[in-house]
């Protein structure tokens, strides 16, 4: 079955520590994104790729940092410079934003 | 950059009824696009319309869109206890570089 897989569903990382967050998608999509989500809020947008060994910054992308190595995985690190990393984290896919995307099914995320 | 506004925050309605919540944007869009999200997980697209269409069908889902307010509702006609759920609105800006832009939310509770 074609979806968008994130891992681990929740994690939690003492303080000063980076982790990575997993997204791996089979449906051939060209761009993935990664949002955060803090309760009661929407969606904002951390980093995007539109296409393999490219990315950009979406609106709050301080302390964190992506790779994009292959199509199918757009891992994100939260850093130890994110000042508040406490959230839940949502990665999506699409062909382009114009078709809608597909989303996992997230991480939460907790500092300790 | 947060756009895209919902309302009301928070709708509670009992089953059977019809549920509308509504859409503020702030910049000329190529298209607008409605998901639901239940309780920890995550989004789920519902409809997409584009800026030259006014209202859209899909299912019980019906989106209308005036880009001249720069609004958009939509309407879930005979609720189910199951579309619980938050609703979000989401703008495409065009120009396929940036993710979508997303508003707070509608929170949605069916009475059964």
């Known amino acids: 079955d074609g979806g968008i897989t994130q891992s681990p569903k929740y994690l939690f990382r003492k303080e000063g520590q980076n982790v990575t967050l997993s997204c791996e998608q089979n449906?051939?999509?060209?761009?993935m994104y990664w949002y955060r989500q803090d309760p009661g809020q929407g969606l904002r947008l951390i980093y995007y790729?539109?296409?393999?060994?490219?990315?950009q910054k979406g609106d709050i992308a301080e302390g964190y940092s992506v790779s994009r190595e292959k199509k199918e995985s757009f891992p994100l690190t939260v850093t130890s410079a994110q000042k508040n990393p406490t959230a839940f984290y949502l990665c999506?896919?699409?062909?382009?934003?114009?078709?809608?995307?597909?989303f996992g099914q997230g991480t939460r995320l907790t500092v300790v | 950059s947060q756009q895209g506004e919902e309302d009301p925050q928070a709708l509670s309605i009992q089953e059977g009824e019809n549920a509308t919540m509504n859409c503020s944007y702030k910049?000329?869009?190529?298209?607008l696009q409605w998901y639901r999200q239940n309780s920890g997980r995550g989004l789920v697209h519902l409809i997409l319309?584009?800026?030259?269409?006014r209202e859209k069908h899909s299912g019980r889902l019906r989106v209308t869109l005036d880009t001249s307010k720069k609004s958009s509702s939509l309407l879930i006609t005979a609720s189910r206890a199951a579309d619980t759920a938050s609703y979000f609105c989401?703008?495409?800006?065009?120009?396929?570089?940036?993710?979508?832009?997303f508003g707070k939310g509608t929170h949605l509770i069916i009475q059964p």
């Open positions: 319309i584009r800026s030259n269409e």
């Open positions: 999506a896919s699409s062909i382009r934003p114009r078709y809608g995307a597909f």
């Open positions: 449906l051939n999509h060209d761009a």
């Open positions: 790729s539109q296409i393999v060994n490219d990315f």
């Open positions: 989401a703008t495409d800006a065009g120009g396929g570089a940036d993710g979508l832009t």
């Open positions: 910049t000329s869009i190529n298209n």
